[in-house]
């Protein structure tokens, strides 16, 4: 029991999924004498369900995938199909025996009908009910607990990643390999001779003031909350989505060149200007957009994309502007940032 509660104090006490995740899986792998265990982070990716290792302790030894290292989606569901039948029939456990006799258990994390992560743990012999039954205690608080690290990263309105947490995404990104490359029986995305970059883009909606002084601020939430889905149907899986404050919201595309970068980006920006919005009626967007370089800075990277909104703001708005384009025209000078300085 005092090593329950010392576990269960110990899980409690992080701010940060990935020191969560080890937390469960020592306090599993101890109580529950596995041999194993994994922490399963579940995706789906143009209509495939990968699985992919996010944390994993054997025989007393924490190691945790490195992003850095692995950028795959992982292994396609096909090869845990006790785990692809439990998630198709939303099953709270899998149970399966390998070929040398041990036993696996599965326990997805539920969140509605969805479950993104899943544990795994690997036993010499059968699980007891007892067993089981303190396993699944763990589950519940760690699926708890991971809802309350989920919320304090997220807007509330929108329900996009808010500014707290983009440092840390953009430092995932700048050193994480390009995943949708990779994905097996897929197609490489690469273009000959084309450079791929990470690209970091800042929207805003045009004339929104206008939007809430006419119609109110119950529909310019609306607004907001409707710009937020197109930008999450229009970027990929393994983009990352914003919302900064206000009517601003900030995109980090992960590895692509800058002629598809422009292309997402104006397709996003025609989404929302043909996308008819309750009431309000035609809405649009003016995006500033730049590559990002581990040389620079967050806020440095920041300022040069908001260079280029206002840029876009200034002269017509409803369009994309490129940092470096403007630059190379002429169009922008160069600012000597401050680092510490807040731009936003
Ligand atoms: N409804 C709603 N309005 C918000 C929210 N956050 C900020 N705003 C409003 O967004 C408006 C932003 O206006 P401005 O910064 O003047 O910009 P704009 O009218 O969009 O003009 P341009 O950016 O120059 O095209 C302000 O009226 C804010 O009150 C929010 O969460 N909900």
């Not at 509330?156 to 995943?179: E, I, Y």
């Not at 791929?196 to 601020?217: P, S, T």
């Not at 710009?227 to 980090?252: K, M, T, Y």
């Not at 008819?276 to 440095?300: L, M, N, Y």
Request: net charge negative; with cysteine; glycine share 8%.
């Amino acid at each position: 029991m005092d090593s329950l509660l010392r576990h269960m104090v110990d899980m409690t006490g992080h701010r940060d999924h990935t020191m969560l995740d080890i937390s469960v899986i020592s306090a599993v792998q101890e109580l529950s004498g596995a041999l194993q265990t994994r922490v399963l982070a579940i995706a789906s990716v143009c209509g495939q369900r990968f699985v992919r290792p996010r944390a994993c302790i054997r025989a007393g030894g924490v190691a945790c995938p490195d992003e850095a290292q692995d950028g795959s989606p992982g292994e396609p569901i096909t090869a845990f199909p006790e785990l692809a039948h439990c998630l198709d029939h939303h099953d709270s456990r899998a149970e399966g025996k390998g070929p040398d006799g041990l036993r696996v258990l599965w326990l997805p994390i539920w969140f509605g009908d969805k479950a993104a992560t899943c544990l795994e743990i690997t036993h010499h012999g059968e699980f007891t009910g007892d067993t089981i039954h303190m396993i699944s205690g763990i589950v519940s608080v760690y699926r708890n607990f991971q809802n309350l690290l989920d919320y304090s990263e997220r807007d509330s309105l929108t329900g996009l990643l808010n500014r707290k947490t983009f440092d840390d995404q953009l430092a995932r990104m700048l050193h994480a390999p390009d995943a949708g490359s990779l994905v097996p029986g897929l197609p490489e995305r690469r273009h000959h001779g084309a450079e791929e970059k990470q690209w970091l883009a800042v929207v805003d909606v045009d004339h929104f003031k206008g939007v809430n002084d006419r119609f109110g601020h119950l529909y310019g939430d609306e607004v907001l909350i409707l710009v937020a889905n197109l930008l999450q149907s229009s970027f990929r899986a393994q983009d990352r989505v914003f919302r900064f404050g206000g009517e601003e919201f900030v995109v980090l595309l992960r590895s692509t060149t800058l002629d598809n970068a422009r292309k997402i980006i104006d397709r996003f920006r025609l989404d929302v200007e043909t996308h008819e919005f309750p009431q309000v009626g035609r809405v649009t967007v003016s995006v500033g957009f730049t590559s990002i370089r581990a040389a620079d800075s967050p806020v440095v990277t920041l300022g040069h994309a908001d260079q280029a909104l206002y840029f876009a703001k200034a002269n017509g708005r409803n369009r994309a502007c490129y940092y470096e384009e403007l630059l190379a025209n002429g169009l922008l000078q160069t600012i000597a940032t401050n680092d510490t300085a807040e731009f936003f």
